[in-house]
């Protein structure tokens, strides 16, 4: 039996000029794997387009956001993890992440300002590729 849970884009490989994540790499199941599919469906300067909130760098700030989604915000926001440091993830797949600007926001009146990412990231290495 396949997986539904793993994430494959009907494209082919380096047919996309862009790809857009708008909150949902906090939630998927695999980020490492989405952020794969990006990579493989984008052409050689196509564009990862992004704004995603991520973990703190602060401890006590990663440490409230923890705590949070160990209690209620998992159920509460669609399985988010507010604790991904997904801008390290972007990078790790294989993007520039020049482009990606970090900021805090406070999106609603009860939430406390939380941290997030947006920009544009490139591929900078596709798998396999031998890196200098």
Known sequence: MADKS???LPVGDGE?????????????SDQERA????????K???????????GARHSAAQAV??????TLWRRAFGNCHPTRHTLAAIEQAGFD??????FAM????VEPP???????ARVSRRPGAAST
């Open 65 to 70: 956001l923890k705590a949070a989604e160990a």
């Open 6 to 8: 793993v994430l494959v």
């Open 35 to 42: 952020l794969a599919e990006a990579v493989r469906v984008l």
């Open 16 to 28: 996309a000029d862009a790809v857009v994540f708008t909150l949902v790499l906090c939630s998927v």
């Open 97 to 102: 992440v020049s482009g990606v600007r970090s």
């Open 44 to 54: 050689p300067a196509g564009d990862l387009r992004v704004f995603e909130h991520v």
């Open 114 to 120: 939380l941290p997030y990412i947006h920009g544009i």
């Open 106 to 109: 406070k999106a609603g009146p």
